[in-house]
């Protein structure tokens, strides 16, 4: 008997060896953070932020980003959950997640506030974040543990915690610094802090994730500790990374868990659709990602097409995906699903890891239409202020999904806010994270001789090919105007090839450049001089599309358009200084209704056509706007 089990632990052993090595090869590299900083529209509305509600949160909600919950107040056995200062109303979720909060809120916000510092060279944001950086490295235990929760606690739990996910968002903004500094007292204390976490939750020998029954969001979103790995992996090229990832995945799937879209079973049963919280649901395709890449299973990546086709079900025309909070097996809708700034952070941040991995154009599409159209679109278009909720048909914001009554819940998040200190202060400090994000996966390479522009925005990356030092100014209003200047300078004459993303929604390409296409993209393989430009201009028509529910709406390059619809601002619950949170109230009801007949033509910015008003049922000449600086709205007709 003895000999029998030794042998099958012999055999799975194996299979595991085998599986680690047989990884999927990632079609793109990252470049460093720093590599690449924005220029042009986006660095103003990045500098913007961070003079208004990305600088200044920790002064509009100190207690919460002060907590010295790493610290000194380490949680411990009869720590009582913290007073966020919000409303809990209709909470079902129970009080424990409120014991690890303050980690996320802080950790998010850091890490936001970190990379923003770092793509805009804002020196004096760099020595606030010195001394943070310093202050969180010396709460470090000898034997690594970098963590909320004191001795007694740590690794031991069977129920809600927060130990992996206040590890997650603290540690994203360890690698975020360690990467543009090179730190190596930053990089040792990483290795430690994801050492300890590998040696007490040893690999298929633990449960990091067996934590009954009840109501667990912490520990869901503690799957992303995969990000730190999959980074990991990336910039050491040790596959144990990799190995841990896939294990974790696997170990949340076989669980018990309040988050369930993404485990295994439901994914591969076709009569399951997704019901959980929208952010976990979009967070959790990067384990997911990262699992199918480790392991390069079949039945995994068979995963990962399904639950790319179950997110694109619940997404909105502008790449909002539901997150209202739960999806509840809902179909997207541009009027009835609302959508979390956190879950449009996550779902980008999840494609992004895609891209890196898949290379497909496709991806880098859904990337620029949820950043340009959704994120942008909750953005108070005058003030430093999102929508912690949003919808794409947007007819009033003063705190409830376009009037409707919700039975269970005072519904306060359809409304702009530095702070959403009612509900929960997730979705600022993730509004805070979106652009560095965006930006970070604009350009990879794919080998030492080629570098790709992915995703299309106006940015100055710096890197080297063959070791010859490269800038190249990507020169644009874009996604205003569809024409783009890619400013070359190099310090000595180069032979190697550039791709560009050319975009789905383009008809043709316009540039004295002699290019090829493949998959997608356009490759420039030339040799360039010291200083040297590519000029190109993507042309396209007014397209007209179909939502999900047969509903019409007008895209002109990677922009929705929207009827704006006027709107009296209201004033409420007012921070210090000048911030205030803003409600808008329609001075109308008048909708629209398509007709063939349309006429759409663009100019300058806007589209013109004919629509018919559905008070009168007359046919009047409109104008539609982007939908990314509209307030109230309606976007499908
Ligand atoms: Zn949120």
């Keep these: 008997m003895n000999k029998l089990i030794v042998f099958i632990i012999a ?10 090595q047989s990884t999927n090869k990632e079609k793109f590299d990252r470049l460093p953070l720093g590599s690449i900083k924005p220029s042009g529209w986006l660095k103003a509305q990045m500098k913007k932020d961070m003079e208004g ?43 424990d997640q409120y014991k690890w909060w303050n980690s996320e809120t802080q950790s998010n916000w850091w890490d936001g506030y970190i990379r923003n510092a770092i793509l805009l060279e804002d020196k004096a944001a760099l020595e606030k974040v010195k001394k943070y950086i310093y202050n969180i490295l010396a709460t470090q235990d000898a034997d690594g543990y970098l963590g909320i929760y004191d001795k007694e606690l740590r690794y031991k739990f069977n129920s809600e915690n927060g130990e992996l996910w206040a590890k997650t968002t603290l540690y994203r903004s360890l690698l975020a610094y360690y990467e543009f500094t090179r730190n190596h007292n930053v990089w040792q204390a990483i290795i430690k802090a994801v050492d300890n976490v590998m040696q007490n939750y040893p690999l298929n020998q633990s449960q990091p994730f067996a934590v009954g029954t009840a109501f667990s969001g912490g520990v869901a979103h503690g799957l992303t500790f995969t990000d730190i790995l999959d980074r990991m992996y990336q910039l050491t090229g040790d596959k144990k990374y990799w190995d841990y990832a896939l294990f974790l995945y696997r170990n949340f799937s076989d669980n018990y868990s309040s988050e369930k879209d993404v485990q295994l079973k439901n994914i591969l049963n076709p009569d399951y659709k997704f019901q959980s919280h929208g952010v976990h649901t979009y967070e959790h395709l990067r384990p997911l990602i990262v699992a199918a890449y480790a392991s390069n299973n079949v039945e995994l990546q068979k995963a990962l097409s399904i639950y790319l086709a179950r997110i694109v079900r619940s997404t909105t025309v502008t790449g909002g995906p539901i997150g209202d909070e739960w999806i509840a097996e809902r179909q ?7 959508y979390e700034y956190c879950s449009i952070h996550e779902l980008l941040d999840s494609y992004t890891v895609l ?41 009033e914001m003063q705190g409830t999904k376009n009037g409707e009554v919700e039975p269970n819940r005072k519904q306060t998040r359809y409304k702009y806010s530095a702070v959403h200190q009612d509900v929960a202060v997730c979705c600022a400090p993730n509004a805070g994270r979106i652009s560095p994000y965006f930006i970070q996966s604009s350009w990879f390479k794919e080998d030492d001789n080629l570098l790709v522009a992915a995703i299309l925005c106006p940015t100055i ?31 000595q004459p180069i032979s190697f090839k550039i791709k560009i993303r050319k975009p789905e929604w383009a008809d043709s390409v316009v540039t004295k450049e002699p290019y090829t296409l493949e998959n997608g993209f356009i490759i420039i393989n030339r040799k360039f001089a010291k200083t040297d430009a590519i000029r190109l201009e993507f042309k396209t028509p007014v397209r007209i599309k179909e939502n999900l529910n047969h509903e019409k709406y007008f895209n002109y390059g990677a922009l929705v358009y929207a009827k704006s619809i006027e709107s009296t601002q209201l004033i409420g619950k007012g921070y210090r200084a000048d911030f205030f949170d803003l409600m808008y109230k329609p001075q109308n009801h008048v909708q629209y209704r398509y007709v063939e007949n ?31 600086k509209t307030i109230l709205r309606q976007v499908t007709f």
Aim: hydrophobic share 30%; with cysteine.
């Design 53 to 95: 509600f990305v600088g200044n949160l920790d002064k509009l909600v100190p207690g919460l980003i002060n907590d010295p919950i790493y610290g000194s107040s380490r949680l411990q056995k009869h720590s009582k959950a913290k007073d966020l200062g919000n409303l809990k109303e209709g909470d079902a979720e129970g009080d």
């Design 11 to 20: 055999i799975s052993m194996n299979t595991q060896l085998s599986i680690s």
């Design 332 to 338: 997207a809708d541009e009027t009835h699903t609302g």
């Design 461 to 491: 990356l710096k890197t080297t090919i063959k070791n010859v030092p490269v800038k190249i100014s990507e020169i644009t209003e874009y996604p205003y105007s569809n024409q783009f200047v890619f400013k070359i300078e190099l310090e």
């Design 598 to 628: 349309n006429i759409a033509t663009y100019n300058a910015g806007k589209i013109s056509l004919q629509l018919e008003n559905k008070n009168t049922n007359k046919i009047e000449r409109i104008e539609l706007t982007p939908f990314s």
């Design 355 to 395: 891209l890196q991995k898949g290379g497909d154009s496709k991806t880098a599409d859904q990337i620029e239409t949820i950043f340009y159209n959704a994120a942008q679109g909750s953005r108070e278009p005058k003030h430093s202020c999102i929508a912690y909720l949003k919808t794409d048909n947007s007819y």
